[in-house]
């Protein structure tokens, strides 16, 4: 089953209610948040009402929240080595 990546790119500050109605029905609530929904007709028709405010990508698998929150995590910079002589 795909799903829908969708990230709100741009805030909807100022926007109608009716607007931002819709980014709240997808569940985006801040700027650079990401959800999942699966693919289907109601969907792709509330994503429709808001094209320039999010970025859409189809994936083939939803992450979970701790899952993005490892890929946002950064390499620590070194690597501990162990010793190339044995003691």
């Known amino acids: 089953m795909s799903f829908f ?3 709100l790119i741009r805030s ?3 926007l109608p209610a009716r607007t931002r109605g819709v980014l709240y029905a997808l569940g ?7 959800v999942y929904h699966p ?3 109601d969907i ?3 994503i429709m009402k808001v ?5 859409v990508s189809e994936v083939e ?3 979970t929240k701790a ?3 490892d890929l946002r995590r950064p390499d620590p910079g070194y690597y501990v080595e162990t010793t190339a002589v044995p003691r």
């Open 44 to 46: 792709a028709g509330q």
């Open 67 to 69: 899952e993005m929150r």
């Open 12 to 14: 909807g500050i100022g």
């Open 5 to 7: 990546k969708i990230t």
């Open 28 to 34: 985006l609530r801040k700027r650079l948040r990401t």
């Open 39 to 41: 693919v289907n007709r």
């Open 51 to 55: 094209k320039e405010l999010v970025a």
């Open 61 to 63: 698998k939803a992450l």
